[in-house]
Nanobody, 124 residues
Protein backbone atom coordinates (compact mmCIF):
# COMPACT_ATOMS: atom_id res chain seq x y z
CA UNK A 1 0.00 0.00 0.00
CA UNK A 2 1.14 3.53 -0.76
CA UNK A 3 2.19 5.52 2.30
CA UNK A 4 1.30 9.22 2.33
CA UNK A 5 2.45 12.01 4.63
CA UNK A 6 0.96 15.51 4.42
CA UNK A 7 2.49 18.74 5.65
CA UNK A 8 1.95 22.46 5.32
CA UNK A 9 -1.30 23.11 7.12
CA UNK A 10 -1.79 25.92 9.58
CA UNK A 11 -3.65 29.07 10.49
CA UNK A 12 -4.04 31.83 7.92
CA UNK A 13 -6.18 34.94 7.59
CA UNK A 14 -9.00 35.39 5.13
CA UNK A 15 -7.47 36.01 1.71
CA UNK A 16 -4.16 34.38 2.61
CA UNK A 17 -2.28 31.49 1.04
CA UNK A 18 -0.93 28.10 2.07
CA UNK A 19 0.81 25.28 0.26
CA UNK A 20 0.20 21.70 1.26
CA UNK A 21 2.61 18.91 0.42
CA UNK A 22 2.08 15.17 0.30
CA UNK A 23 5.02 12.80 0.07
CA UNK A 24 4.35 9.29 -1.19
CA UNK A 25 6.42 6.22 -0.46
CA UNK A 26 6.06 2.45 -0.88
CA UNK A 27 4.64 1.13 -4.15
CA UNK A 28 4.59 4.56 -5.78
CA UNK A 29 4.81 2.83 -9.17
CA UNK A 30 1.20 1.75 -8.61
CA UNK A 31 -0.21 5.30 -8.40
CA UNK A 32 -2.52 6.50 -11.19
CA UNK A 33 -4.14 9.52 -9.55
CA UNK A 34 -3.30 11.64 -6.52
CA UNK A 35 -6.02 13.68 -4.88
CA UNK A 36 -6.78 16.12 -2.12
CA UNK A 37 -9.94 15.93 -0.06
CA UNK A 38 -11.14 17.93 2.90
CA UNK A 39 -13.43 17.31 5.81
CA UNK A 40 -14.96 19.95 8.06
CA UNK A 41 -16.38 19.00 11.50
CA UNK A 42 -19.65 17.13 11.13
CA UNK A 43 -19.39 17.05 7.35
CA UNK A 44 -18.53 14.42 4.78
CA UNK A 45 -15.13 14.18 3.18
CA UNK A 46 -15.28 16.24 -0.02
CA UNK A 47 -13.20 16.17 -3.17
CA UNK A 48 -10.95 19.21 -3.67
CA UNK A 49 -8.52 18.45 -6.50
CA UNK A 50 -6.76 15.60 -8.27
CA UNK A 51 -3.93 15.06 -10.72
CA UNK A 52 -3.06 12.22 -13.04
CA UNK A 53 0.26 10.86 -11.82
CA UNK A 54 1.48 10.00 -15.30
CA UNK A 55 -0.17 12.50 -17.66
CA UNK A 56 -0.57 15.46 -15.34
CA UNK A 57 -4.24 16.15 -16.08
CA UNK A 58 -5.86 18.13 -13.30
CA UNK A 59 -9.36 18.21 -11.86
CA UNK A 60 -10.93 20.63 -9.38
CA UNK A 61 -14.05 21.05 -7.34
CA UNK A 62 -16.06 24.07 -8.47
CA UNK A 63 -15.61 25.68 -5.07
CA UNK A 64 -11.83 25.94 -5.47
CA UNK A 65 -11.40 26.52 -9.20
CA UNK A 66 -9.26 29.58 -9.87
CA UNK A 67 -7.97 29.65 -6.28
CA UNK A 68 -6.27 26.27 -5.76
CA UNK A 69 -3.64 24.61 -7.92
CA UNK A 70 -2.57 21.00 -7.72
CA UNK A 71 0.83 19.96 -9.05
CA UNK A 72 3.24 17.07 -8.77
CA UNK A 73 6.95 16.33 -8.72
CA UNK A 74 7.34 12.73 -9.82
CA UNK A 75 11.05 12.70 -9.03
CA UNK A 76 10.23 13.50 -5.41
CA UNK A 77 7.03 11.44 -5.34
CA UNK A 78 5.30 14.53 -4.00
CA UNK A 79 2.04 16.28 -4.81
CA UNK A 80 1.29 19.86 -3.83
CA UNK A 81 -1.82 21.93 -3.29
CA UNK A 82 -1.27 25.67 -3.60
CA UNK A 83 -4.19 27.44 -1.97
CA UNK A 84 -4.69 31.15 -2.64
CA UNK A 85 -7.45 33.57 -1.71
CA UNK A 86 -8.42 31.35 1.18
CA UNK A 87 -11.83 31.79 2.78
CA UNK A 88 -13.16 30.79 6.20
CA UNK A 89 -15.26 28.12 4.50
CA UNK A 90 -12.03 26.43 3.36
CA UNK A 91 -11.35 25.53 6.99
CA UNK A 92 -11.08 21.74 7.27
CA UNK A 93 -8.73 18.84 7.71
CA UNK A 94 -7.11 18.24 4.32
CA UNK A 95 -6.26 14.69 3.29
CA UNK A 96 -4.00 13.45 0.54
CA UNK A 97 -5.06 10.25 -1.21
CA UNK A 98 -3.78 7.89 -3.88
CA UNK A 99 -5.77 5.88 -6.42
CA UNK A 100 -3.95 2.78 -7.58
CA UNK A 101 -6.62 1.56 -9.99
CA UNK A 102 -6.29 2.60 -13.62
CA UNK A 103 -10.02 3.00 -14.04
CA UNK A 104 -12.18 4.79 -11.54
CA UNK A 105 -13.65 8.08 -10.52
CA UNK A 106 -12.71 10.84 -8.12
CA UNK A 107 -14.94 9.94 -5.21
CA UNK A 108 -13.31 9.23 -1.86
CA UNK A 109 -14.27 5.57 -2.23
CA UNK A 110 -12.11 5.31 -5.37
CA UNK A 111 -8.94 6.11 -3.40
CA UNK A 112 -7.36 3.31 -1.38
CA UNK A 113 -4.48 5.04 0.38
CA UNK A 114 -4.82 8.03 2.66
CA UNK A 115 -2.58 10.33 4.65
CA UNK A 116 -3.18 11.30 8.25
CA UNK A 117 -4.57 14.74 7.38
CA UNK A 118 -3.40 18.28 8.06
CA UNK A 119 -5.50 21.04 9.59
CA UNK A 120 -6.13 24.23 7.63
CA UNK A 121 -7.84 27.05 9.51
CA UNK A 122 -8.81 30.31 7.84
CA UNK A 123 -9.77 33.11 10.21
CA UNK A 124 -12.13 35.89 9.25
Amino acid sequence: QVQLVESGGGLVQDGGSLRLSCAASERTFSIYVMGWFRQAPGMERDFVAAISWRGGSTYYADSVKGRFTISRDNAKNTVYLQMNSLKPEDTAVYYCAARTRMWGGLAASDFGSWGQGTQVTVSS
